[in-house]
């Protein structure tokens, strides 16, 4: 079993940034994808960016490549996203998520099975 808690949520204005963090406690995360989703009010639940423990590669959605870094440390079951040049659309509930089984880094969210309990982002104009 996997416990995931994320932290580092605020409300910064546009052209901030926010540093999230996800820890992971229970089983050692390191053969597992993450993954960071996020869901505005009355929205569907999104992809962000992914990391896959199988070939290292780290995927992004279009609308945060160039901004947005994710990074791991998969010894200490620490994941973090560095948000850079935010914008008033990127103003979601923000999840992490883990799973064994993804593949690729997979951007559906329904599979992933490992999820933390969100943490709020808002950005202002």
């Known amino acids: 079993q996997v416990q995931l808690v994320e932290s580092g949520g605020g409300l910064v204005q546009a052209g901030d940034s926010l540093r999230l963090s996800c820890t992971g406690t229970?089983?050692?995360?390191?053969?597992?994808?993450m993954a960071w989703f996020r869901q505005a009010p009355g929205q569907e639940r999104k992809f962000v960016a992914s990391?896959?423990?199988?070939?290292?590669?780290?995927y992004y959605a279009d609308s945060v490549k160039g901004r947005f870094t994710l990074s791991r440390n998969s010894a200490k079951n620490v994941a973090w996203l560095q948000m850079n040049n935010l914008k008033p659309n990127d103003t979601a509930i923000y999840y992490c998520?883990?799973?064994?089984?993804?593949?690729?880094?997979?951007?559906?969210?329904?599979?992933?099975?490992?999820w933390g309990q969100g943490t709020q982002v808002t950005v202002s104009s």
């Open positions: 990391s896959s423990w199988s070939n290292g590669n780290t």
């Open positions: 998520s883990a799973d064994s089984a993804v593949q690729d880094g997979s951007p559906e969210w329904t599979e992933y099975s490992y």
């Open positions: 229970g089983r050692i995360f390191s053969r597992y994808d």
